[in-house]
């Protein structure tokens, strides 16, 4: 046990700005009280955003098949190739998302789908010029480095060669999906036939090398002790410290329903919001940090705006993958800017590289369109008997 002057030291050099070593930063997520860990945390905070904004993003995630090789134990959405319940949009569908999306003031749009075996470069190359012909306006964050890796597979090419061609095609950044944990034990343990972290990790630091930035994910709670996660996290700063491509760091909570590996989830709200502190702390060299209403729920959500968080991701026009796994929450954009009002701080709409496109700075100026929800179409809820947010 870490005594109480020793821990303050910590606290104090991290809320100054000071770098903190791994084995301080398992010692604040173990030992530091919970109060004292989120003023700290809040104090980086603010110093790095002293007016006060968090920020919110309208985007789509359009998974575009399920259809996937990779079979992760913790997946919910994938269906083996030759399945049954197996499909994948057209490009027709994908564009007809894309066109609602913008309809609905969408600026980002996230591709994200199983590896399947019949989709290669071509196919990637073809969709993504298809939606900048379409729809130049919408910022492609998408795939990540799990797909790199399999397109790689699929037509024998080299990492680098699959990024420079997607940047080519019209990709503007990676989302940080497929990080999962990428520690060798708990990775193996919940997605054996996925890279390994390393690879991982090296695929996102060849995209930010040619110009292609990212974010940097975790998903908690599938079994990895607390020096695993915070091992997570020093393998990214490692890489950020070379690259500086990652533009924010964003942990949820594994959700276990409907999969192969099942169980309670292991990450409870208090742990959630420590780690969110933690990481506050622990990436001095990442600019931003997402807390999740998706997985946590909006009262947690709301709370990581005082544990560090500056943003609180997307209204999520569309998501299936989580939610197939029972991530129930549901919202729209009204709620999402009073939650960030209720916390005290100015609600903004960004966009992917978080500049911000609208202040909410009154009230009665707030945007009054009731479509634009969460999950305004999901295929996932089919599988979840729950309403959708109105
Ligand atoms: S998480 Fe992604 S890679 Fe893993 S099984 Fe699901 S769709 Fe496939």
């Given at each position: 046990m870490t005594s109480a002057t020793s821990l303050q030291s910590i606290l104090d050099r991290a809320a100054d700005g000071g770098r903190i070593t791994p084995e301080e930063a398992l010692t604040l997520y173990t030992d530091a009280p919970l109060h004292a860990l989120g003023q700290a945390a809040?104090?980086?905070?603010?110093?790095?955003?002293?007016?006060?904004?968090?920020?919110?993003?309208?985007?789509?995630?359009?998974?575009?098949?399920?259809?996937?090789?990779?079979?992760?134990?913790?997946?919910?959405?994938?269906?083996?190739?030759?399945?049954?319940?197996?499909?994948?949009?057209?490009?027709?569908?994908?564009?007809?998302?894309?066109?609602?999306?913008?309809?609905?003031?969408?600026?980002?749009?996230?591709?994200?789908?199983?590896?399947?075996?019949?989709?290669?470069?071509?196919?990637?190359?073809?969709?993504?010029?298809?939606?900048?012909?379409?729809?130049?306006?919408?910022?492609?964050?998408?795939?990540?480095?799990?797909?790199?890796?399999?397109?790689?597979?699929?037509?024998?090419?080299?990492?680098?060669?699959?990024?420079?061609?997607?940047?080519?095609?019209?990709?503007?950044?990676?989302?940080?999906?497929?990080?999962?944990?990428?520690?060798?034990?708990?990775?193996?343990?919940?997605?054996?036939?996925?890279?390994?972290?390393?690879?991982?990790?090296?695929?996102?630091?060849t995209a930010h090398g040619l110009g292609l930035e990212s974010t940097a994910t975790f998903m908690m709670g599938t079994g990895e002790t607390n020096a695993e996660r915070i091992e997570h996290l020093r393998m990214i700063r490692d890489v950020q410290d070379r690259t500086g491509g990652f533009r924010s760091f964003i942990p949820w909570t594994y959700q276990p329903e409907n999969n192969h590996l099942k169980g309670r989830t292991q990450a409870t709200s208090l742990e959630y919001l420590r780690m969110v502190a933690v990481a506050r702390l622990f990436f001095d060299n990442v600019n931003h940090l997402q807390g999740s209403w998706l997985t946590t729920g909006k009262d947690i959500g709301q709370l990581t705006l005082h544990f560090g968080a500056d943003d609180l991701g997307s209204v999520m026009l569309e998501e299936n993958v989580v939610s197939s796994a029972g991530a129930k929450h549901r919202s729209n954009r009204q709620e999402l800017i009073d939650l960030i009002r209720g916390a005290g701080r100015v609600p903004a709409q960004r966009d992917t590289l978080y500049r911000h496109l609208v202040v909410h700075t009154d009230p009665a100026d707030d945007p009054v369109d009731d479509r634009v929800h969460s999950h305004f179409s999901s295929t996932a809820l089919k599988l979840l008997p729950v309403a959708t947010a109105s």
């Open positions: 809040d104090t980086v905070r603010r110093r790095r955003y002293p007016d006060d904004v968090a920020t919110y993003i309208i985007d789509r995630n359009i998974n575009y098949t399920n259809v996937c090789v990779t079979a992760c134990k913790f997946c919910a959405f994938y269906r083996s190739p030759k399945h049954s319940e197996g499909w994948t949009h057209p490009q027709e569908e994908i564009l007809r998302r894309c066109g609602e999306a913008v309809e609905l003031g969408a600026t980002q749009i996230m591709l994200q789908g199983g590896h399947s075996p019949e989709l290669g470069m071509e196919w990637y190359e073809q969709t993504f010029a298809a939606i900048k012909e379409h729809y130049p306006q919408l910022t492609l964050h998408s795939l990540g480095a799990s797909e790199v890796v399999h397109i790689g597979r699929v037509s024998n090419l080299d990492h680098a060669a699959v990024i420079s061609r997607l940047k080519a095609a019209g990709l503007d950044s990676f989302a940080g999906a497929g990080a999962e944990i990428l520690v060798d034990r708990p990775r193996t343990a919940i997605a054996p036939l996925k890279e390994k972290g390393d690879v991982w990790l090296s695929v996102m630091e």
